[in-house]
């Protein structure tokens, strides 16, 4: 299979501060990943399509300029979420694809206080 | 717009019990349909899937067929063990390439009893 990682795997910030999450495929290359977030008990919502070499691609009510996405290269992307208040606290995850499937990253858990 | 819907969790069940799990969607062209599998502390996985009308995706004893006439992939076990505790995600997907995007369902948590 293909394995993709996220770190960290929790973090708890402070209001105010900028926080990066790390996505990475370990075993194959992803020009395009994709970052999305879970709210409890809810599904999971598509933030935007990560593009290596270009600009992100955004879902409509996702602010761009709160949540920085960078694709650095073929096996990292990476979410910074900006000037973070709690509404943010929240679950994100990030997927790339191979031959036509989805990997998973297991998830990083975002607690803003 | 394009949506799925599953059925709230949690669900409970005893060992060997039959499992359904029930989820439809809405989609304005011809979808690929999903179920993905979250085990506790881990990412999504994709447990199986179906890419046209009345194909049936199966993996694990878990099957589920597409139903164009009612726009339904309900996700069958016919007898559940205690490992399939996790929560269990229809989705799918316009466009079954690489670059897709997918459309989730709420998730539905499944625990199972010895």
């Known amino acids: 299979g293909a394995v993709v990682s996220q770190h960290p795997s929790r973090v708890i910030c402070k209001s105010g501060t900028s926080v990066k999450i790390e996505c990475r495929s370990l075993?194959?290359?992803?020009?395009?990943m994709f970052w999305y977030r879970q709210f409890p008990k809810q599904s999971l919502m598509l933030m935007a399509t990560?593009?290596?070499?270009?600009?992100?691609?955004?879902e409509q009510g996702v602010e761009k300029d709160k949540f920085l996405i960078n694709h650095a290269s073929l096996t990292l992307s990476t979410l910074t979420v900006t000037s973070a208040h709690p509404e943010d606290s929240s679950f994100y995850i990030c997927?790339?694809?191979?031959?036509?499937?989805?990997?998973f990253g297991p998830g990083t858990r975002l607690t803003v206080t | 717009g394009d949506s799925v819907t599953q059925m709230e969790g949690p669900v409970t069940l005893s060992e060997e019990a039959f499992l359904t799990i029930n989820c439809t969607y809405t989609?304005?062209?011809?979808?690929?349909l999903f179920w993905y599998v979250q085990y506790p502390g881990e990412g999504l996985q994709l447990l199986l899937k179906?890419?046209?009308?009345?194909d049936k995706g199966s993996n694990k004893g878990f099957e589920a067929t597409y139903r164009k006439e009612t726009t339904s992939f309900h996700l069958e076990k016919g007898s559940v063990q205690v490992s399939d505790s996790a929560v269990y995600f229809c989705?799918?997907?316009?466009?079954?390439?690489?670059?897709?995007?997918?459309?989730f369902g709420s998730g539905t948590r499944l625990s199972i009893r010895p």
């Open positions: 989609a304005t062209g011809y979808p690929s």
């Open positions: 075993d194959f290359q992803a020009t395009t």
């Open positions: 989705a799918l997907t316009l466009m079954y390439s690489s670059a897709s995007k997918i459309i």
């Open positions: 990560s593009n290596e070499g270009s600009k992100a691609t955004y």
């Open positions: 179906a890419t046209k009308a009345d």
């Open positions: 997927s790339a694809p191979k031959d036509y499937e989805q990997y």
